[in-house]
């Protein structure tokens, strides 16, 4: 299966692309642990987004979309992937979806995870992150940076639940609740079971 997850700053598609990525079988690619693990690592691609990522902006199109499509190159992510943290560009998407044709494929399913602004707030400014030991705020997490991300969402990714909702690819669910209800109602809007397999009519299609 090939999908996106769509979403503000502090839905919550880190945690459940790790769990939904895992119950389908695919690898979670995540744009924003790459560029965190180029930081990391002070490698020329590191180099260049951090100032950006500090900021809350989006990191240019033309290093994210050659980031990714290398990524969606490798053997791993041959049969399926789910995105998280991109496209978050209409650019990044039409890239997207001619790197997918060139290969021959297209998306299954673009799954929104819908939570309102103040809880976003809330879930974003107290949240921490484990490194090396410690529990650290993450430098984009900080109060007025959060405010600028989420601005930053409505403006440019927002438009992409339009963008998919033409396509027929869209399905929203309400990202509010426990960790297990938020991915029971995801694994039920890709059409997947119990035991994260596609459901045969889709199935056939993966
Ligand atoms: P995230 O962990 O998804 O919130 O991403 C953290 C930061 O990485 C974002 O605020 C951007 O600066 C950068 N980033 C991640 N994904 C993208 C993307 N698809 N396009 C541009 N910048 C991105």
Same mark, same amino acid.
């Given at each position: 299966?090939?999908?996106?997850?769509?979403?503000?700053?502090?839905?919550?598609?880190?945690?459940?692309?790790?769990?939904?990525?895992?119950?389908?079988?695919?690898?979670?690619?995540?744009?924003?642990?790459?560029?965190?693990?180029?930081?990391? @690592?002070?490698?020329?691609?590191?180099?260049?987004?951090?100032?950006?990522?500090?900021?809350? /902006?989006?990191?240019?199109?033309?290093?994210?979309?050659?980031?990714?499509?290398?990524?969606?190159?490798?053997?791993?992510?041959?049969?399926?992937?789910?995105?998280?943290?991109?496209?978050?560009?209409?650019?990044?998407?039409?890239?997207?979806?001619?790197? $997918?044709?060139?290969?021959?494929?297209?998306?299954?399913?673009?799954?929104? $995870?819908?939570?309102?602004?103040?809880?976003?707030?809330?879930?974003?400014?107290?949240?921490?992150?484990?490194? /090396?030991?410690?529990?650290?705020?993450?430098? /984009?997490?900080?109060?007025?940076?959060?405010?600028?991300?989420?601005?930053?969402?409505?403006?440019?990714?927002?438009?992409?639940?339009?963008?998919?909702?033409?396509? @027929? $690819? $869209?399905?929203?669910? /309400?990202?509010?609740?426990?960790?297990?209800?938020?991915?029971?109602?995801?694994?039920?809007?890709?059409?997947?079971?119990?035991?994260?397999?596609?459901?045969?009519?889709?199935?056939?299609?993966?």
């Amino acid at each position: 299966m090939r999908v996106v997850l769509l979403g503000p700053p502090g839905a919550g598609k880190g945690t459940q692309a790790q769990i939904i990525a895992g119950r389908l079988g695919v690898p979670a690619i995540s744009t924003g642990d790459i560029f965190r693990a180029n930081v990391s @690592g002070q490698t020329e691609l590191g180099r260049k987004a951090k100032t950006y990522m500090d900021a809350g /902006d989006l990191v240019p199109d033309e290093i994210t979309v050659a980031m990714v499509k290398d990524r969606l190159a490798e053997p791993d992510a041959k049969a399926g992937f789910l995105l998280d943290g991109f496209p978050r560009t209409i650019a990044q998407a039409e890239q997207l979806r001619s790197s $997918l044709a060139d290969l021959g494929h297209g998306l299954d399913c673009v799954l929104e $995870l819908v939570v309102d602004e103040e809880e976003l707030v809330r879930r974003l400014s107290g949240r921490r992150m484990l490194v /090396d030991g410690q529990m650290v705020q993450r430098e /984009d997490d900080k109060p007025e940076t959060v405010r600028h991300r989420l601005e930053v969402y409505r403006e440019q990714t927002s438009p992409l639940s339009g963008f998919y909702e033409s396509e @027929g $690819l $869209l399905a929203r669910i /309400d990202a509010i609740g426990e960790v297990d209800e938020v991915t029971d109602r995801a694994l039920a809007a890709l059409g997947a079971d119990d035991h994260g397999q596609a459901a045969p009519e889709q199935a056939d299609e993966a």
